[in-house]
Structure formats: structure tokens, C-alpha cells
């Protein structure tokens, strides 16, 4: 049996500071993630710019990522990707946790960080859609440069779709939005900007079929029914923005389940700790009096949450970590650093 000090439930932002912190305080970690990737929902706008990390200049969401795994990865914790946590259980003075294939882990303490559940973009409901996922149909934008002087129509008429649409305006050739509603449901000023660039609009319209090139491979028309008219439509790329759908399927054992908020959110009791002993949770899953869902109070939660798991497995241990200015586990790396 490979023993744990703390098992992660979810590799975000939340998760991810926790794996670090965790290290910080000579814990052995381990982070499951049912992703293929680290980085939780900043997948979902790898192209946005953030602001709002403190201390961070303006960082583009997807180096973001980048610098929270290398972060994470500082004390060597087990990751293990595509792996959905199904269950948890209580064994003496240990917990079980069971993935979606039988996997079991062990742990003295789990942090939950998985956020608000797992999501999954809507997929086009058109027949032979997913062939083109690895050419030229798209659920997300990894990157804004592979549509330079391209045609992109993008379906959908969120915030999701019109924020997409205005970031591709000095970058694509064309923009063609369309939507099944009567009306955009996006931030009002985004809209407007839309409109004033003369972004080709098409209400009450939604997508029937899809034509491939000549190798079979990628899409070259789009066929649109708005109304009683079929559109053909010449394009380069697809955008998919129909929303997310949120997949929630971790049960715990009924001695162990612990108090929730609007039948998701973990309750905490103070300082990140559930109502569970030995279960602590960290980021969106959290919630409790004056909670600040944004980065900075993921960050904080993640330092709550491992300390109190530090000291629930030992008790005389300091409540917090050293800092990192004068803790002895940077010094050789910090010679390193000065040294460059």
C-alpha cells in the first residue's frame, strides 16, 4: 500500500498551489486530475490576458498554466491524469479513494479542489462532427495566431462567443457569428463592438451540416438553416460556443459525507476544513462567510487548507509553513537563480 500525507482531488489553480504548498510542508503528495491536462477551467480561455493575479504583470491565461505546474511541480508530488474520483472511504485512520476504473489511492488527508465540477464543452449535435475536432473544428482557442487571415464562424451568442469573436477581429479575416436566439445574451458593450466592426450577425440560424474538403479531413462549407433559408457557407474554421455542461459524480461513504451549501459547495467549519476530520477543500468548491472566488482566494485557500492538514495529522506542527525568503529548502535553488 502506497501511503499518502495528502491527496489533491483536482489539478486547477486550487489544486496546483495546494500540490506546492504541500511540498513546502515536507508532505508527500499526490494530485488526481480526471483531465488529460493541469490547469482546470483556465483551459477553457488559454488566449485570455489576466490581470488580476497579485504581483503578476498582465500574463496571457496559458503561460499562467505553465507557470502553476512548473510551480507545483517544485517538491516532485505523484500526478496522475485521467483519473475521475468516484468515491471516498474511511478506513480506520486512512481514506480509500476509487477512481472511475477501479484505481484505488491512499491518503492520511484528501483536499478537495475540483472547482465547480467537471466541465465539458457542448458538442455539435451533427453527424461526423468529431472527425474534424483535429483539423479545423474547435471548442476552444489554444491559440489566436492559427486563424491569422482565416474566414471563423462561430456559433453560439454567450459571452464565451462574443469575447472569442472580438479578440479574432484584428486577427482573422473574417468573423461570422451565428446564433439560434432572437437575441445576443453577451455583455452589451462586447455587442456593440461587434456590430460597429461590421461582424457579419445572423440570428434565429444554427448549424445543419458541415462539408468536408476534398482530403475528407477538415471543413470547407458550413451549411446554416436560418429560418425557412439554407445558407452555404465557404470557411476556414469553426467555433463551437454552446456552453458547458458540469459533471459532479464523487460520492463519499454516509459516516463521512460532508456538509454542503446548495447541495455542492463543501462547507467549511474554518480554516478550509470540512465537516469531515481529515478532509479539507480548497478553491470554487469551498465555501464560507466573506469567500472571494477569484485567484487570490484560491491561493489563500490552498495555504489554509494544507496547513490545517499539517496539523491535523500533527498537531504540535507550526501552523504555517517558513517563508520562502527564509526557508532553508530554497537555499541551493536560490543560488541558482542569483546566479543567472
Known amino acids: 500500500m502506497d501511503m499518502y500525507d495528502v491527496t ?14 504541500s511540498g513546502l510542508r515536507d508532505l508527500k503528495t499526490k494530485v488526481i486530475e480526471f483531465q488529460p491536462m493541469l490547469g482546470g477551467k483556465v483551459n477553457i480561455f488559454l488566449e485570455k490576458m ?10 496571457v491565461a496559458g503561460k499562467f498554466i505553465e507557470n502553476l505546474v512548473q510551480q507545483a511541480k517544485t517538491f516532485d508530488p505523484t500526478i496522475c491524469l485521467n483519473e475521475k474520483v468516484t468515491h471516498i472511504r474511511k478506513e480506520e485512520d486512512y481514506f480509500v479513494i476509487t477512481t472511475h476504473e477501479g484505481a484505488q489511492h491512499f491518503s492520511k488527508t484528501i483536499v478537495i479542489a475540483t472547482g465547480a465540477g467537471i466541465y465539458n464543452p457542448v ?36 459571452n464565451g462567443a462574443i469575447d472569442w469573436a472580438c479578440e479574432l477581429l484584428p486577427i482573422a479575416k473574417k468573423v461570422t457569428l451565428i446564433y439560434r436566439k432572437e437575441e445576443l445574451s453577451a455583455h452589451e458593450a462586447q455587442v456593440k463592438k461587434l456590430r460597429e466592426a461590421g461582424v457579419d450577425i445572423l440570428l434565429n440560424a444554427s448549424l445543419t451540416s458541415l462539408q468536408a474538403n476534398d482530403d475528407k479531413n477538415a471543413i ?15 470557411v476556414d474554421d469553426v467555433i463551437i460556443s454552446h456552453g458547458y455542461n458540469r459533471e459532479v459524480s464523487m460520492a463519499f461513504d454516509a459516516n463521512i459525507q460532508p456538509d454542503l451549501k446548495d447541495d455542492y459547495y463543501l462547507q467549511s467549519i474554518g480554516k478550509c476544513r470540512t465537516t469531515v476530520p481529515g478532509i479539507f477543500a480548497a478553491g470554487d468548491i469551498v465555501t464560507y ?48 537563480l542569483f546566479a543567472k
Open 289 to 336: 462567510e466573506d469567500k472571494v472566488n477569484l485567484l487570490v482566494g484560491t491561493f489563500q485557500d490552498a495555504v489554509l487548507a494544507i496547513n490545517s492538514a499539517k496539523t491535523y495529522m500533527t498537531p504540535d506542527a507550526n501552523q504555517y509553513a517558513m517563508v520562502s525568503s527564509h526557508n532553508e529548502k530554497f537555499r541551493e535553488r536560490n543560488q541558482v
Open 220 to 234: 470547407e462549407e458550413a451549411i446554416i438553416s436560418q429560418q425557412d433559408e439554407e445558407i452555404v457557407m465557404p
Open 50 to 59: 489576466l490581470w488580476d493575479v497579485g504581483g503578476q504583470p498582465p500574463i
Open 8 to 21: 489533491i482531488v483536482g489539478g486547477g489553480p486550487a489544486g496546483l498551489y495546494s500540490a506546492f504548498y
Open 123 to 158: 458538442k455539435l449535435e451533427i453527424e461526423g462532427a468529431e472527425k474534424y475536432e483535429m483539423t479545423n473544428l474547435h471548442y476552444t482557442i489554444k491559440d489566436m495566431k492559427r486563424f491569422t487571415d482565416r474566414h471563423v464562424l462561430i456559433s453560439g451568442g454567450g
